[in-house]
């Protein structure tokens, strides 16, 4: 079993105000992040909040997904990262695929791919031309490895660059986009959680 793991807490500088209640197509981006994990066979899903946590609760409509709030997020996406690793901890899922809510071109079948047939030490990034970035799935016996490096906004980074030899890079960028809700008006960019082939993989 394959949990997933979006990371919602961040409270969107940039953008002018938390990306998960930012609505793009007819839903909040925090909903589309939950329905692609469901989508891509994710199960179970968990959401970690943390700017504006009360205003998710309230507004965006998650289903069964399980709200893991992060007191810590002003810290950075390492301490929410942390945080739902923890969660997860208390499940029995084999690996989590760790999906950011502002990057609403990441698909199901993205999703799918790099999940398929994950288990404890799995590690896999999606690839996207001479990229790699999300999603990220995380086997389980990483996890406790990942939490110990995650500070501020690096995430897994240290932790992924350090056993690069073991990341498997699939490439996603025919079933989806690997673009960074930056700006409200539009100038998004390739996502700072993606880094070039050739120097090492990331998770921001």
Known sequence: ???????????????GRPKALVLRDGALLVERAVATARSGG??????????????????????????VENPEW??????????????????????????LVDMPGITPAAVARVAESAGPDTLRMGGYADR????????RDHWAG?????????????????????????PCDDVADDTDL????????????TERLDRGPALE
Not at 182 to 193: E, I, K, L, N, Y
């Open 1 to 15: 079993m394959t949990a997933g793991l979006v990371l919602a807490a961040g409270a969107g500088r940039r953008y």
């Open 42 to 67: 994710l199960d179970p899903v968990y959401v970690v909040l943390g700017a504006a946590a009360d205003q998710v609760r309230e507004q965006a409509r998650l289903g069964d997904a399980v709200l």
């Open 74 to 99: 002003a810290t950075g996406m390492g301490s929410s990262l942390r945080a739902g690793l923890a969660a997860l901890a208390a499940t029995n899922a084999k690996a989590a695929a760790v999906l």
């Open 132 to 139: 790699r970035g999300h999603p990220v799935v995380l086997g």
């Open 146 to 170: 990942v939490a110990e490096t995650a500070t501020g906004d690096a995430g897994a980074r240290a932790y992924l660059r350090a056993h690069a030899a073991s990341v498997t890079v699939v």
């Open 182 to 193: 930056d700006t409200p008006d539009g100038h998004d960019t390739p996502s700072a959680g």
